[in-house]
């Protein structure tokens, strides 16, 4: 079966850095994405990942490791306004879109 | 108006009811999803679209029945649900099979 595999909560301190694992076992693998949804609120698209490496967006960056399955999104200078959760999201073999839980992150002052 | 629309926000049905959902899209995507996203769990997709043909069904019981008369539309009907169809109900749209941009969803609540 197809799977992807995140924590369900973290917390951090405002102001620091915190990592967000994903794994995968998928048939097949066209991309990563990563998305944030706030409480009650649809999810928002933050990266995308084809490639192994990292990916710099702003306090945001994304990493892929396709070999091992495995994948992070990294947040710095975390703000009160980070406290979400993080969707980590595969495009199987047959172009289908296969979500994780999601890791509820909760920043604390 | 622009992005991805749903209405209505919020909706109370009994397990008799007959009501419909309702998404439109602003993007000129190609590609319509519904999703069920039920807290704690992975958002369970329900059915797809693209250029107004079914692609996906996945399984989903026959009291949800999907209708997308143009690639900007697309409708979730729903009939004599379950109380455990309580669930945020949320449309997205993408170009082919890329990024996707939801609507703010439909909490739905049977009882």
């Known amino acids: 079966g197809q799977n992807i595999d995140q924590p369900t909560e973290m917390t951090a301190t405002e102001g620091a850095i915190v990592q967000i694992n994903c794994t995968y076992q998928?048939?097949?693998?066209?991309?990563l994405f990563w998305y944030q949804q706030h409480a009650g609120e649809a999810p928002t698209f933050l990266s995308y990942n084809v490639l192994d490496g990292l990916e710099e967006k702003g306090r945001f960056s994304s990493f892929l490791s396709r070999s091992k399955g495995y994948s992070y999104l990294l947040l710095k200078e975390l703000q009160m306004k980070d406290s979400a959760s993080y969707l980590c999201a595969v495009i199987d073999s047959n172009y289908q879109l296969i979500w994780g839980a999601g890791t509820k992150l909760i920043i604390k002052p | 108006e622009t992005g991805v629309t749903q209405t209505p926000r919020h909706l109370v049905m009994g397990m008799t009811n007959k009501k419909s959902l309702k998404c439109e899209q602003h993007?000129?995507?190609?590609?319509m999803y519904w999703y069920k996203q039920s807290a704690k769990k992975p958002l369970e997709l329900m059915f797809v679209?693209?250029?107004?043909?079914?692609?996906e069904n996945n399984s989903v019981p026959s009291r949800f029945s999907p209708e997308c008369p143009n690639s900007s539309h697309l409708f979730l009907h729903l009939h004599t649900l379950q109380p455990e169809d309580s669930a945020l109900y949320l449309c997205?749209?993408?170009?082919?099979?890329?990024?996707?941009?939801f609507g703010p969803g439909t909490r739905l609540t049977v009882t």
């Open positions: 997205a749209s993408s170009q082919d099979h890329y990024e996707q941009y």
């Open positions: 679209y693209n250029f107004k043909e079914q692609t």
């Open positions: 993007l000129g995507h190609n590609a």
């Open positions: 998928t048939s097949g693998f066209n991309g």
